[in-house]
């Protein structure tokens, strides 16, 4: 009698336990490894294989540096990545982190890697102001445009 | 002098169990309002840009000040080798470690980014004193167990050269704590009601006096609860003189505090406000600090309390602890919401106005969230307590033990 | 003979920086070559000091022509990217009191719009870099205005009470939050003598890419450090000039050539709560 309930009870124990495991391991088959969307230009500031180990030892170490020193090389820069990997959405524009086809999230999904750099960056590349409907009643003028699109035009032209 | 035992809390009754049940529904509750407040942020608080610092802070400076108190019965015996307060050494020092987690989790809890516990834990700028009282606090943690260790571990008992060596040692840590977390406030040059040395004094003072409030209500709940005379009235007339005692010092450290800065006409301003026109934060001075907190129960210890009298020690001894308890939350309030609501004087001899509420008395209302959260505290340090006597040793066994 | 004068322009690297120098070098270019002094000295005389005079009005208010019409990035003048910021330099700002008009509010604006902050409707809870204060002199009800943020102090108490070091001050002078360390115990707000500093109470969306801010972080004026870096001003001294009434200056305290420094050395000068000895950054006349 005591032996049968010991067996029942471990049957149903190793039943869930392959049911957990037989979830976990075919989830990721059935879905396939991520296809983050190709980036522009002809290749990333490191190679794919490099980038896709040390990305947040490089943006950590380059943020300390950015932060603390001043040093804007645009080489490991969060906002410069955007430049190349954006991708854009139905109406054309850069699709920011709330969408599933945002660069970053392609492969942050997949590895369920929460990705919480964006409660703060921005996670598209930057354009106009935006004006929020509170703002203003001076709109400030086309100066303030300038602005952007010259530190734009000097990120563009940094050293890779 | 009878050899000392002491006893896991076996025999009890059901209440405890509902009391243990409560405690556990309370942290539950808060832990809900935690995840509420750092989900939305803190526009569900009350808390905003010029009162920074709301409830939850109030509970658990509060806590955290009553968990360095809490540890002197065992100091008295350990360091001033009074032996009447023996017994006692074992349960204040578990009250110590749980109060002061109860406080801390309030603490951490109340950050605006708590996932980061991680980096204030291996981040350090050694200039701020919060940095230091981090270690402070764990390092207590850490000493006032190992203090336990020596009092509960036979063999260390026994010559209890280990337990002096530790007694010391923890009383000399645990007066830094409270002095680190005095000047968390005594440090800010920015505001009137702080920038002063005497916090730190002052801190230490209320320390003994809630600590001592906190080991006495939880030594009447146990008499209740092991139906056992945990206390001899010897002890409790000692309690109460202690009572006395304490309350008078944090009474001297606050007149001393208000006379000086009164005596400045730099000052008249946050002291008008403290002490005559800051509405809820004037009551809570003189009717929860002064009054109710330090005044009645020095009333009630020194003359109504004892044989013949119209409380019996006992009775004496529970009100006067609870009403210095209330006077504790009443002082933070003051101390911590009332330091902040006073504008901050950027142009001396100018009034000053802003879209940021510059010059104006900042206004505060404690929000639900946060005061779950401050009461959940409460509860960890009780829950804490009430499964370590049950678990170990805690307790002294009564002299007279019943049946 | 054409004089050739300067005219700023954007890459030119006359900034608000480098008014004075720029002017002296403006003045020395459009000297007369030595074969016009020769022909005809009386009128040749005459009209270099008319052009010079022009040149040398020009060069002044070149400045503030190309904070308006160009906003003053300047690329150029802007320190390489893979150098470190030094303390050979400090950034400051000069506010005359008395050019601040009351009602005015161009720089809280275009700090808002610069950085991506919502114009506050909730005082109590909304982040605030920059405010205009109001001031009224009890005494005679004279009333004044003057704008006052982050004053980026040598020893700012903020940075001393922050746990993890979050709150710190680079090495150029500009007193910063590091979001990335910063546990949100709003400690530095407690110490700040100046409220400069504000808590980020709900999430926010649309940041700039070059102004991170977010939820449970405290924040604060950065003198558009992002700017700054890359050669420019603030926002908020670009809008004062654009407004005409020019009351901020900015620049670099340690350059003995600049513009602030030398008003600085020249006209009386104060800072706010100067006797808490945190040393700021932000030089107010006429407060």
């Keep these: ?160 | 002098m009878a050899r000392i035992t002491f006893q896991r809390l076996d025999d009890h009754s059901p209440y405890f169990w509902g009391l243990l049940a409560l405690h556990a529904m309370v942290i539950a509750i808060g832990l809900g309002a935690f995840f509420y407040m750092e989900h939305h942020g803190h526009i569900v608080t009350g808390m905003n840009n010029a009162i920074v610092w709301g409830t939850p802070h109030v509970f658990a400076v509060f806590l955290i000040v009553a968990a360095s108190g809490a540890l002197n019965v065992a100091s008295i015996s350990s360091v001033f080798n009074n032996l009447a307060y023996k017994p006692f050494a074992r349960l204040s020092g578990i009250l110590a470690i749980s109060l002061l987690v109860g406080g801390l989790m309030v603490l951490v809890l109340d950050l605006g980014r708590p996932e980061r516990l991680t980096v204030a834990m291996t981040t350090y700028n050694f200039k701020s004193i919060f940095a230091w009282n981090i270690y402070l606090y764990t390092g207590f943690l850490v000493i006032v167990a190992a203090y336990l260790f020596t009092m509960m571990d036979r063999t260390l008992a026994k010559s209890g050269k280990a337990t002096k060596f530790m007694g010391w040692f923890a009383f000399a840590w645990r007066l830094a704590l409270t002095t680190g977390t005095g000047s968390i406030f005594g440090f800010l040059v920015a505001r009137e009601a702080y920038d002063s040395a005497i916090m730190a004094p002052l801190f230490i003072a209320a320390s003994f006096l809630y600590g001592l409030a906190f080991t006495v209500l939880v030594l009447l709940t146990m008499c209740r609860e092991t139906r056992q005379q945990l206390m001899s009235e010897e002890v409790v007339a000692k309690f109460l003189n202690l009572i006395i005692i304490f309350a008078l010092a944090v009474l001297y450290f606050t007149t001393v505090k208000h006379l000086t800065a009164l005596y400045a006409s730099e000052h008249h301003g946050v002291e008008a406000f403290i002490l005559r026109d800051g509405g809820i934060y004037t009551l809570a001075f003189w009717l929860g600090h002064v009054l109710i907190g330090n005044v009645i129960p020095i009333v009630i210890a020194a003359f109504l309390s004892g044989d013949g009298k119209f409380f019996t020690g006992r009775r004496g001894l529970a009100i006067a602890s609870v009403l210095a308890l209330i006077g504790g939350l009443s002082f933070m309030y003051v101390t911590i919401i009332g330091g902040q609501a006073y504008p901050l004087d950027l142009l001396p001899g100018m009034k000053v106005e802003s879209s940021y509420l510059d010059g104006q008395v900042a206004s505060y209302t404690p929000s639900l969230p946060e005061v779950l959260l401050g009461l959940a505290g409460v509860s960890i340090a009780m829950l804490a307590t009430g499964v370590a006597l049950k678990v170990m040793p805690f307790l002294p066994r009564g002299l007279e033990a019943d049946g | 003979m054409s004089m050739k004068f300067v005219f700023p322009e954007e890459d030119d690297g006359v900034a608000a920086r480098g008014g004075g120098t720029q002017g002296a070098i403006a003045v020395a270019a459009a000297m007369p070559p030595a074969d016009v002094v020769a022909v005809d000295p009386v009128d040749a005389g005459r009209r270099w000091f008319l052009k010079a005079a022009a040149v040398f009005t020009t060069t002044v208010l070149a400045p503030g022509v190309t904070l308006m019409a160009f906003g003053d990035i300047d690329a150029a003048n802007a320190r390489p990217a893979d150098q470190p910021v030094s303390s050979a330099q400090r950034w400051g700002l000069l506010i005359d009191a008395a050019k601040c008009q009351e009602g005015c509010s161009a720089c809280v604006t275009a700090c808002g719009v610069e950085n991506g902050i919502a114009a506050p409707k909730h005082a109590a809870t909304d982040s605030q870099w920059i405010r205009t204060l109001k001031v009224t002199d009890p005494r005679n009800g004279a009333t004044f205005q003057m704008p006052i943020m982050c004053q980026h102090c040598t020893e700012p108490p903020c940075v001393d009470v922050c746990p993890t070091g979050a709150s710190f001050r680079r090495a150029d002078g500009i007193v910063l939050v590091d979001r990335h360390i910063c546990i949100g115990c709003r400690y530095c707000m407690m110490a700040c003598p100046y409220k400069a500093r504000s808590f980020v109470h709900e999430p926010l969306h649309d940041q700039k890419p070059y102004a991170p801010r977010g939820k449970g972080c405290v924040e604060g004026c950065s003198m558009c450090v992002h700017r700054v870096d890359a050669g420019g001003t603030p926002a908020c001294v670009e809008a004062c000039a654009k407004t005409g009434h020019a009351a901020m200056i900015f620049g670099d305290l340690y350059d003995k050539n600049s513009e602030i420094a030398r008003r600085v050395a020249t006209y009386r000068t104060t800072r706010v709560r100067a006797d808490l000895g945190t040393d700021p950054g932000v030089y107010y006349q006429n407060i």
């Design chain 1, 1 to 160: 009698m005591r032996m049968k309930r010991h067996w029942t009870k471990l049957a149903i124990v190793v039943a869930c336990l392959a049911a957990i495991v037989a979830g976990a391991v075919t989830g990721p088959v059935l879905a396939g490894p991520p296809q983050p969307a190709r980036g522009k230009g002809e290749k990333c500031v490191a190679p794919t294989d490099w980038m896709r180990r040390y990305h947040m030892q490089a943006l950590k170490h380059q943020r300390d540096e950015t932060v603390h020193e001043g040093i804007r090389t645009p080489r490991f820069s969060l906002k410069h990545c955007f430049e190349c990997h954006q991708v854009a959405g139905a109406d054309g524009r850069p699709v920011s982190v709330a969408d599933p086809k945002h660069f970053c999230r392609t492969c942050h999904d997949y590895a369920a890697v929460r990705v919480d750099c964006f409660e703060c960056h921005a996670s598209r590349p930057g354009e106009e102001p935006i004006r929020t409907g509170s703002t203003t009643d001076n709109p400030p003028a086309a100066a303030a445009s300038g602005d952007v699109a010259a530190l734009n035009r000097y990120l563009g032209d940094a050293k890779r």
